[in-house]
T-cell receptor, first 115, second 111 residues
Framework: NAGVTQTPKFQVLKTGQSMTLQCAQD?????MSWYRQDPGMGLRLIHY???????DQGEVPNGYNVSRSTTEDFPLRLLSAAPSQTSVYFC??????????????FGPGTRLTVT | SQQGEEDPQALSIQEGENATMNCSYK?????LQWYRQNSGRGLVHLIL?????REKHSGRLRVTLDTSKKSSSLLITASRAADTASYFC???????????FGRGTSLIVHP
């Protein structure tokens, strides 16, 4: 199993540009999520999904969109990049066991710089 | 708002010593998890403890949970230089599907 994969590993955008961060998992996990990690901070949840066709907002959703058309894929779209979105982005997935979130498996991260 | 907060923020020890990190959280949980992050890498799951458990072991790791105090601790025994990393606790969101992570403890183990 490849686990959770993310592309690209690095990206530089200009303010106002849009882009999509890709995330895929091959573990048939119901739950997928996107986090951002800023220096000295823990991870903050952007959006999450509990299954195909279902998405919801996390703590910091503004400026980001997601979709979940398949169990495997959960892309994150930056609509109009801003310097405040400079961060490291992590995708994660997990089984839901009796409705509870279990251990999360993380991708390697995407380091995004917005100039 | 972040619900898990680790203490201390940084810890520097010698190889062979034990390392203890603490985590406090604010709301109810179904489980609490600890993760490790090596520099520049993704997080790796270490151990999950359910709200009805008080202690759990995995190799050199020992996690305790006190739901009355809303706190947890991670003990790494006989530390090794390879244990150098940041350690994060994360609540599961108590059914909200919104897990929250603390800012982490940066552990340095000197050989």
């Amino acid at each position: 199993n490849a686990g959770v994969t993310q592309t690209p590993k690095f990206q530089v955008l200009k303010t106002g540009q849009s882009m999509t961060l890709q995330c895929a998992q091959d573990m048939n996990h119901e739950y997928m999520s996107w986090y951002r990690q800023d220096p000295g901070m823990g991870l903050r949840l952007i959006h999450y999904s509990v299954g195909a066709g279902i998405t919801d907002q996390g703590e910091v959703p503004n400026g980001y969109n997601v979709s979940r058309s398949t169990t495997e894929d959960f892309p994150l779209r930056l609509l109009s990049a801003a310097p405040s979105q400079t961060s490291v982005y992590f995708c994660a997935s997990s089984h839901l066991i009796s409705g509870d979130l279990s251990e999360q498996y993380f991708g390697p991260g995407t380091r995004l710089t917005v100039t | 708002s972040q619900q898990g907060e680790e203490d201390p923020q940084a810890l520097s020890i010698q190889e062979g010593e034990n390392a203890t990190m603490n985590c406090s959280y604010k709301t109810s949980i179904n489980n609490l998890q600890w993760y490790r992050q090596n520099s520049g890498r993704g997080l790796v799951h270490l151990i999950l403890i359910r709200s009805n458990e008080r202690e759990k072991h995995s190799g050199r790791l020992r996690v305790t949970l006190d739901t009355s105090k809303k706190s947890s601790s991670l003990l790494i025994t006989a530390s090794r230089a390879a244990d150098t990393a940041s350690y994060f606790c994360a609540t599961d969101g108590g059914g909200s599907y919104i897990p929250t992570f603390g800012r982490g403890t940066s552990l340095i183990v000197h050989p």
